[in-house]
């Protein structure tokens, strides 16, 4: 098995009345594509910013490339490109220039390639960094994150603010970063964005590490509805048996259904199309959503996820 890069054991941060981080443990294997899930406020940043060493730990200990995170900052920052939740750049200088601080700080870079990075993201560079809207912001601190070709991209929300034809340009960024053997941590609260480019998922809920695992195993959590209005009443009890079907409510007076499913529809659309359909809606609930269905027969989440 390939040694791990990140390796976080224990660590605890507490902000007084406010939710932190609790006893959370986890591995990220050099050259992986790890996800960090969560909904909002249930942990990721505060974990993400000790990693940083921009805050100080309680209890427990992190590691990246086997240097303790706070004691070896400086080291640890050199091997790392991060993407902050809420980025805090000087609003006076352009996106040109702030690329070229970070270039700069950085030692120098390969221009080709931040030039590349600039074409696909089709930044404007020329603008000041308070003139941009959320998504161009956002593409300022992902191609500086990218543009030196790190050994760990840290990723907070990465793709937060963007539209969808960037959000594709940084799934291929990532998978690339991948292909050459650099490691991703990427946390988001959108689980479909997790499911396209991770191998491996650690879910936290309110402060404590609950899930780590194969994508695969999103399918265990992974609940949508679909409503399906026909020309005529249906039997409702036909979908009711179908693979992935967990739960079916007949409306319209039978004349339409809506299902929960976990899993493939493909049982569904086979069943659905024996009858003169009228409409199909998808609906995917947020991960909020799916974390108190998920955790609803348990009085509290588990205090501690096995390692894996």
């Known amino acids: 098995m390939t040694a791990p890069i990140i390796e976080v054991d224990g660590l605890t941060k507490s902000y007084g009345g406010k939710r932190g981080i609790n006893e959370v443990s986890f591995d990220v294997a050099e050259g992986e594509v790890f996800g960090f899930l969560g909904p909002n406020g249930a942990g990721k940043t505060t974990t993400i910013r000790l990693l940083m060493a921009l805050i100080r730990a309680d209890g427990g200990r992190a590691r990246i490339a086997a240097l303790d995170c706070w004691e070896k900052a400086l080291e640890i920052k050199r091997l790392i490109g991060y993407v902050p939740g809420e ?3 000087d609003r006076n200088l352009t996106g040109g220039q702030i690329l070229e601080y970070f270039a700069n700080l950085r030692g120098g870079v390969d221009r080709a390639y931040l030039k590349k990075l600039i074409e696909r993201l089709d930044l404007d560079t020329g603008r000041k960094f308070r003139q941009y809207s959320t998504g161009n912001k956002r593409k300022v601190v992902l191609i500086q994150a990218f543009m030196h070709r790190p050994r760990l991209l840290i990723l907070d929300e990465p793709t937060s603010g963007l ?14 970063a991948r292909d050459e053997g650099r490691t991703v941590f990427l946390s988001s609260h959108v689980l479909s964005e ?3 480019t991770c191998t491996r998922v650690g879910i936290i809920r309110e402060g404590r590490l609950v899930k780590v695992g194969g994508i695969h195993e999103l399918m265990d959590i992974k609940r949508y509805e679909i409503t399906i209005a026909f020309a005529k009443p249906v039997p409702a009890d036909a979908f009711a048996r179908l693979e992935g079907v967990v739960e079916v409510e007949a409306l319209s007076n039978g ?5 929960a499913i976990q899993g493939a529809a493909d049982a569904v659309i086979k069943e659905a199309a024996q009858y003169p359909v ?5 609906y995917e609930p947020s991960l ?3 974390f108190l269905r998920y955790y609803e027969r348990d009085d509290q989440a ?3 996820a096995a390692r894996v």
Do not use: C, H, W, Y
């Open 278 to 282: 009228v409409s199909l809606t998808s």
């Open 255 to 259: 004349s339409a259904v809506r299902l």
């Open 163 to 176: 539209d969808p034809l960037n959000q594709q340009e940084f799934d291929g960024m990532v998978k690339e």
């Open 87 to 89: 980025p805090a750049l």
């Open 194 to 196: 997790v499911e396209k």
């Open 288 to 290: 909020e959503d799916i």
């Open 302 to 304: 588990p205090k501690e």
